[in-house]
Structures are given as C-alpha cells and as structure tokens.
C-alpha cells in the first residue's frame, strides 16, 4: 500500500522511538542493520527525518537519532505517509485510475471508499507513541 521509502521510514522511526524511550540515541549504523537496508538508503530516510523535525539528530561519538516523548506523541502516523508518499497517497483510486470517482469509477470504488476512509481516520488517531508503547513488536 505505502511505497517502500515510506515503509522503512516507519520502521526506522519505531526503531528510533523504542531507542528513545530508553533514553538512547540510535546510531545510524544500527538503524540500517535493523532494517537490512543499504546504508546509503537508509541515511537518504533519516535525513528526510530529520528535515521534517520527526526526529533529532546529533553528531558525535555518542550522537545519533532521538525521538522525544512529547513528540511521538504528536506524531501522527498519516503525517508521516504524507511526507514520504504524498498528501493524497490515501486518496487515489485502488486500480490507480485519474477519474475513479467521476461518471465511471472502477469495480472497487463504492467498497474502497469505505476502507480509505476508514484507513485515513485510524492513520490520524495513531500516533508514533501508540505504535510503540501499545504493540509489542519485533521492530
């Protein structure tokens, strides 16, 4: 659903905050062999992190990437599709047609639009803090 920048940006964003938490700073380093990504990818994302105020950066030998509390807490998850992704990523067609919703729209318009809608208010309600704290994942 989401491209695949935009993915490892929230991946690299939980592993950030789970870091944070902890009162750490998360080397980059890390954050790439977490991911299993190219290195090089993985500074493009957390540069553009860092560019959109999502998370802190600090230079140095105990520097890194660092999410306060206050912030994950603003940090709603459709804010940060938008940034990777586009503002209305959650808003076009499922079959990627340009005029789904005019006279003709696809086979999976009238059910989709349901779903997008449903998509888009969960992805509001959600915070980076909630992703972090409430589930218990691997990443």
């Known amino acids: 659903m989401f491209s695949k920048t935009c993915e490892y940006a929230l991946r690299a964003l939980v592993i950030i905050a789970k870091g944070s938490l ?3 700073y998360v080397k980059q380093k890390d954050i790439t062999r977490m ?8 500074a493009k994302v957390v540069q553009q992190l ?3 105020s999502f998370v802190q ?9 660092f999410i306060p509390v206050e912030i994950m807490k603003k940090l709603n998850v459709i804010e940060i599709v938008k940034v990777f992704d586009g503002a209305d990523t959650l808003n076009k067609c499922i079959l990627g047609l340009s005029e789904c919703p005019g006279k003709n729209p696809c086979a999976f318009h009238d ?6 809608e449903r998509l888009n208010k969960e992805l509001l309600n959600c915070s980076l803090y909630d992703v972090v704290v409430k ?3 691997i990443i």
């Open 22 to 24: 902890n009162g750490d």
């Open 50 to 52: 860092s560019k959109n």
């Open 135 to 137: 589930n218990k994942s």
């Open 57 to 65: 950066a600090a230079k140095g030998p105990f520097g890194g990437y």
């Open 111 to 116: 059910k989709y639009v349901q779903i997008r």
């Open 35 to 42: 991911l299993g990504s190219p290195e090089a990818f993985t």
